[in-house]
Protein backbone atom coordinates (compact mmCIF):
# COMPACT_ATOMS: atom_id res chain seq x y z
CA UNK A 1 0.00 0.00 0.00
CA UNK A 2 1.54 3.40 -0.79
CA UNK A 3 1.06 6.38 0.94
CA UNK A 4 -0.31 9.94 -0.60
CA UNK A 5 2.25 12.17 -0.84
CA UNK A 6 1.81 15.21 1.22
CA UNK A 7 1.66 18.22 -1.06
CA UNK A 8 2.87 22.05 0.07
CA UNK A 9 0.21 24.05 -1.75
CA UNK A 10 0.38 27.35 0.88
CA UNK A 11 0.79 29.23 -2.46
CA UNK A 12 -2.89 28.59 -3.29
CA UNK A 13 -4.06 31.20 -0.75
CA UNK A 14 -1.97 33.98 -2.07
CA UNK A 15 -3.52 37.16 -4.53
CA UNK A 16 -6.76 38.09 -5.71
CA UNK A 17 -6.33 34.54 -8.17
CA UNK A 18 -3.63 32.45 -7.19
CA UNK A 19 -0.91 31.71 -10.11
CA UNK A 20 1.46 29.69 -8.71
CA UNK A 21 0.28 26.48 -6.08
CA UNK A 22 3.38 24.67 -5.14
CA UNK A 23 6.80 26.85 -4.63
CA UNK A 24 10.40 26.33 -2.82
CA UNK A 25 9.49 29.45 -0.95
CA UNK A 26 5.99 28.44 0.95
CA UNK A 27 7.22 30.12 3.87
CA UNK A 28 6.43 33.38 2.18
CA UNK A 29 2.49 32.68 2.76
CA UNK A 30 2.65 31.87 6.59
CA UNK A 31 4.48 34.80 6.81
CA UNK A 32 2.39 36.95 5.42
CA UNK A 33 -0.43 35.12 7.75
CA UNK A 34 1.78 36.61 10.60
CA UNK A 35 1.43 39.71 9.46
CA UNK A 36 4.91 39.76 7.30
CA UNK A 37 6.26 40.56 4.00
CA UNK A 38 9.52 38.78 3.38
CA UNK A 39 12.11 37.87 0.78
CA UNK A 40 15.25 36.16 0.99
CA UNK A 41 18.91 36.91 1.25
CA UNK A 42 21.82 34.87 -0.07
CA UNK A 43 23.90 34.22 3.34
CA UNK A 44 26.81 33.34 0.64
CA UNK A 45 26.97 36.92 -1.37
CA UNK A 46 24.63 38.89 0.63
CA UNK A 47 22.26 39.58 -2.11
CA UNK A 48 18.31 40.27 -1.59
CA UNK A 49 15.65 38.72 -3.58
CA UNK A 50 12.07 39.70 -3.66
CA UNK A 51 10.29 38.45 -4.39
CA UNK A 52 12.11 35.68 -2.34
CA UNK A 53 13.90 32.71 -4.12
CA UNK A 54 15.57 29.70 -2.71
CA UNK A 55 18.30 29.34 -5.01
CA UNK A 56 20.83 32.46 -5.56
CA UNK A 57 21.53 33.20 -9.21
CA UNK A 58 25.00 34.43 -8.45
CA UNK A 59 26.07 31.15 -6.45
CA UNK A 60 24.14 28.67 -7.50
CA UNK A 61 24.06 27.70 -3.63
CA UNK A 62 20.69 27.52 -1.44
CA UNK A 63 22.06 29.22 1.48
CA UNK A 64 18.82 31.65 2.00
CA UNK A 65 17.82 33.30 4.96
CA UNK A 66 14.57 35.24 5.01
CA UNK A 67 14.45 38.95 6.16
CA UNK A 68 11.49 40.88 6.57
CA UNK A 69 10.86 43.40 3.89
CA UNK A 70 10.55 46.56 6.71
CA UNK A 71 10.82 50.48 6.84
CA UNK A 72 10.28 53.03 3.87
CA UNK A 73 10.67 52.18 0.25
CA UNK A 74 10.32 54.73 -2.31
CA UNK A 75 8.13 54.43 -5.23
CA UNK A 76 9.92 54.05 -8.54
CA UNK A 77 7.50 53.92 -10.98
CA UNK A 78 3.22 52.69 -11.23
CA UNK A 79 0.61 52.41 -13.51
CA UNK A 80 -3.51 52.98 -12.91
CA UNK A 81 -5.11 50.00 -14.30
CA UNK A 82 -8.25 50.12 -16.36
CA UNK A 83 -8.59 47.07 -17.28
CA UNK A 84 -7.63 43.62 -15.53
CA UNK A 85 -7.14 39.82 -16.46
CA UNK A 86 -9.08 37.53 -15.34
CA UNK A 87 -10.55 37.22 -11.70
CA UNK A 88 -9.08 41.01 -10.94
CA UNK A 89 -12.21 42.44 -12.83
CA UNK A 90 -13.92 43.21 -9.36
CA UNK A 91 -10.77 45.16 -8.27
CA UNK A 92 -10.71 47.71 -11.28
CA UNK A 93 -9.48 50.68 -11.28
CA UNK A 94 -5.99 49.65 -8.96
CA UNK A 95 -2.09 50.81 -9.36
CA UNK A 96 0.32 48.69 -10.04
CA UNK A 97 3.95 50.07 -8.70
CA UNK A 98 7.47 49.46 -7.83
CA UNK A 99 9.06 50.39 -4.82
CA UNK A 100 12.48 50.89 -4.67
CA UNK A 101 14.36 49.55 -0.97
CA UNK A 102 18.21 50.38 -1.80
CA UNK A 103 19.03 46.44 -2.68
CA UNK A 104 15.81 45.43 -3.33
CA UNK A 105 13.06 46.27 -5.35
CA UNK A 106 8.93 45.41 -4.70
CA UNK A 107 6.19 44.77 -6.88
CA UNK A 108 2.87 45.08 -6.34
CA UNK A 109 -0.52 47.35 -5.55
CA UNK A 110 -0.73 50.49 -4.22
CA UNK A 111 -3.41 50.57 -1.39
CA UNK A 112 -6.95 51.59 -2.84
CA UNK A 113 -7.16 54.19 0.00
CA UNK A 114 -4.16 56.05 -1.81
CA UNK A 115 -5.88 59.43 -3.62
CA UNK A 116 -4.80 59.53 -6.83
CA UNK A 117 -3.51 63.22 -6.36
CA UNK A 118 -1.29 61.85 -3.53
CA UNK A 119 1.01 59.68 -5.89
CA UNK A 120 3.66 60.73 -6.48
CA UNK A 121 7.17 59.29 -7.69
CA UNK A 122 10.14 59.15 -4.94
CA UNK A 123 7.32 58.85 -2.34
CA UNK A 124 8.04 56.86 0.19
CA UNK A 125 5.52 53.63 1.06
CA UNK A 126 5.72 50.75 3.78
CA UNK A 127 4.59 47.06 2.50
CA UNK A 128 1.74 45.75 4.68
CA UNK A 129 0.42 41.57 4.53
CA UNK A 130 -3.02 42.01 3.71
CA UNK A 131 -5.91 40.24 3.61
CA UNK A 132 -8.16 40.37 0.60
CA UNK A 133 -12.59 40.35 1.43
CA UNK A 134 -12.32 36.28 -0.26
CA UNK A 135 -10.21 35.36 2.34
CA UNK A 136 -6.83 35.52 -0.08
CA UNK A 137 -3.79 37.21 1.00
CA UNK A 138 -1.34 39.61 -0.29
CA UNK A 139 0.54 42.45 0.42
CA UNK A 140 -0.04 46.06 -0.78
CA UNK A 141 2.31 49.35 -0.24
CA UNK A 142 0.68 52.37 2.10
CA UNK A 143 1.73 55.67 2.81
CA UNK A 144 3.99 56.43 5.68
ZN1 LIG B 1 24.67 34.39 -3.50
Known amino acids: MSKKKEIDDRFKRFGTVSFIAISKTNDFITHLEDGQVTGTRCSDCG ?5 PRADC ?3 LTS ?3 WF ?3 GSGKLVTFSRLQ ?6 EDDLPYSIALVDYGDFKVFGRLADDIADGDIEIGMALKTVANRLPNGQLNYVFQQL
Do not use: K, S
Open 68 to 70: EVT
Open 47 to 51: RAFFP
Open 83 to 88: YGPVGF
Open 63 to 65: HMD
Open 57 to 59: CLC
